[in-house]
Nanobody
Framework: QVQLVESGGGLVPAGGPLRHSCVAS????????MGWYRQVPGKQREVVGT????????NYLDAVRGRFTISRDNDKNKVYLQMDSLKAEDTAVYYC????????????WGQGTQVSVSS
């Protein structure tokens, strides 16, 4: 059983920072990709950023590149999302994600955390 528990989120003024954390537990493959996604009502969930198992490779949504930073601590099984220079359009529910392939595809999600940016 794999579980992802998020913390962080909340209401922040435009231009401000916010930091998300997600801790993973359970039977997780060491070669995995962790990431953050977000979703607003009426739209599909979109990837915000991903990071590979070593932390040496990251990818970002164009709209957040340069403002958001994803990192991970494998000793603590944690992934972080540092969000800076927040904009009203960053308002969404943010989800933590972990996935890997071992004979088949495995993918798990956090519970989702609301981030609201006031303009």
């Amino acid at each position: 059983q794999v579980q992802l528990v998020e913390s962080g989120g909340g209401l922040v003024p435009a231009g401000g920072p916010l930091r998300h954390s997600c801790v993973a537990s359970g039977n997780i493959a060491s070669l995995n990709t962790m990431g953050w996604y977000r979703q607003v009502p009426g739209k599909q969930r979109e990837v915000v950023g991903t990071i590979n198992n070593s932390g040496g490779s990251t990818n970002y949504l164009d709209a957040v590149r340069g403002r958001f930073t994803i990192s991970r601590d494998n000793d603590k099984n944690k992934v972080y999302l540092q969000m800076d220079s927040l904009k009203a359009e960053d308002t969404a529910v943010y989800y933590c994600n972990v996935k890997w392939v071992w004979f088949r595809h495995y993918e798990y999600w956090g519970q989702g955390t609301q981030v609201s940016v006031s303009s």
